[in-house]
């Protein structure tokens, strides 16, 4: 357990000076987080997850197993990592022409609330959008829309996801959830949230 009480650290765990973590966050066995990344407040790192230089990760995160967070790639608020999902920051990488400086790494964004499942791969260079569900073992190549469900091999729209999780139900014109009665409307290819 680290020294500082307002975040925990296993021992089996390194933190590299500087970094800047925030209180009530949990890292976990066998981490790595490197000098100059930025976690938020209350957030679960599991088993074997390393977080590169310069990353910035919200409040609230949780990053499951065997995932690397690499440099370009940013997690907003409440982003849920499933376990051994990848991320790349290199469009074209090649063992003999070393790519590692910053001007080389595409930058990523996953915004806040989206969740990605076991094993997909979100290729560098996109956004994945808010309250986004990215399907267990898919290939995101492109952009995501705000609460899109992303499947397949490369990953395409299969429907939406209320901001709940809960795919939600058409009614008509509009888009209903039936866990928390929250409403949508579809705008050529994204959604819009209605009050209520």
Known sequence: MSDNVEYFVHPSSYVDAPA?????TQIWHFCHISAGATLGERCKLGQNVFVAAGVR???????QNNVSIYAGVSLEDDVF?????????VKTPRSAFVRNTSDDYLTTVVRRGASIGA??????????????????????????????????NPARR????CQC????KQEAENFRCPACDRHYR???DHLLVLEK
């Open 186 to 188: 579809q705008s050529s």
């Open 158 to 161: 299969r429907g939406w996801a």
């Open 20 to 24: 800047t973590i925030g209180a009530g």
């Open 57 to 63: 990760i919200g409040n609230n995160v949780k990053i």
């Open 119 to 152: 094993n997909a791969t979100i290729v560098c260079g996109i956004t994945v959008g808010a309250h986004a569900l990215i399907g267990a073992g898919a290939v995101v190549t492109k952009d995501v829309p705000d609460y899109a469900v992303m499947v397949g």
């Open 81 to 89: 990592c499933g376990p051994s999902m990848v991320f790349t920051n």
């Open 165 to 168: 999780g809960v795919g939600l």
